[in-house]
């Protein structure tokens, strides 16, 4: 479903030739502020890691590594959106036309600087062959359901597939949980192996034991496969 989205227009500012820009919402003479419409869908945008760690995509490697967790690379309007409702990430991620962004909530050191806004940070367009970066997809709402799957002994990767495939299903994938998570309200204090062969579990509603105070999609990063010591989230189509 497309929905019209209301954005801020956005002032670019440069921090000088080496560091990166920001951006912040710009107020007219009046104190009111300029808006403009875009039309976008529906979604969630996360950052996504490859599995050696961050900073190993080219442009072209983010745009598969995306699409295989049922995503795209997001756009900057969506990616500002997404800032808008909390996102704070301080790795930066490759964008749908090339550029390279990542959004600060909190300012801090490690980001860009404690004294700048909140905002978007951007290295503009970079090399999208030879400059690697980490990635910020976008995935919209599924057609199917995402559940939590777990036995008495818990799983290794191998494990947690078969526990899918008998009940019909697959393992799922990151933009699975993700969209689950936002448009559903999957929430699961559990860790539980995914596609990619990341543990991860959604938090809708935070507590103490469930990693923190703010809502999100928790990652326990790429453990052995081998390592039986989690459930699964399994995805089953409609």
């Excluded at 800032?83 to 550029?99: F, I, R, S, V």
């Excluded at 940070?121 to 090399?127: C, E, I, K, M, V």
């Excluded at 947690?160 to 697959?170: Q, Y």
């Excluded at 998570?181 to 990619?196: I, K, M, Q, T, V």
Aim: glycine share 12%.
């Amino acid at each position: 479903m497309r929905t019209t989205q209301t954005l801020f227009v956005l002032h670019l500012l440069s921090l000088g030739a080496c560091g990166p820009y920001y951006y912040r919402p710009q107020a007219g003479r009046s104190g009111e502020e300029y808006r403009y419409h875009v039309r976008g869908d529906q979604g969630v945008v996360f950052p996504y890691q490859a599995n050696k760690g961050r900073y190993q995509f080219t442009y072209y490697q983010a745009v598969q590594a995306c699409k295989e967790q049922d995503a795209k690379l997001a756009t900057f309007q969506q990616l500002f959106e997404e800032w808008q409702k909390g996102l704070d990430w301080c790795n930066a991620g490759w964008l749908e036309d090339g550029t390279v962004h990542y959004p600060v909530a909190v300012p801090r050191e490690p980001c860009g600087g404690k004294n700048l806004p909140p905002g978007i940070r951007s290295y503009g367009a970079r090399d999208k062959q030879r400059d690697r970066f980490d990635a910020f997809c976008f995935t919209s709402t599924i057609k199917g359901s995402v559940y939590f799957r777990r036995e008495s002994a818990m799983f290794d990767y191998v494990g947690g597939t078969s526990a899918c495939r008998r009940d019909g299903a697959t393992v799922a994938k990151v933009g699975q949980v993700y969209s689950a998570w936002r448009f559903s309200g999957l929430n699961h204090c559990e860790p539980g192996w995914l596609a990619d062969g990341s543990v991860r579990y959604p938090i809708v509603s935070p507590r103490s034991r469930c990693g923190g105070p703010q809502p999100g999609v928790r990652s326990l990063g790429f453990p052995r496969l081998s390592h039986r010591a989690y459930g699964v989230y399994c995805y089953k189509p409609r």
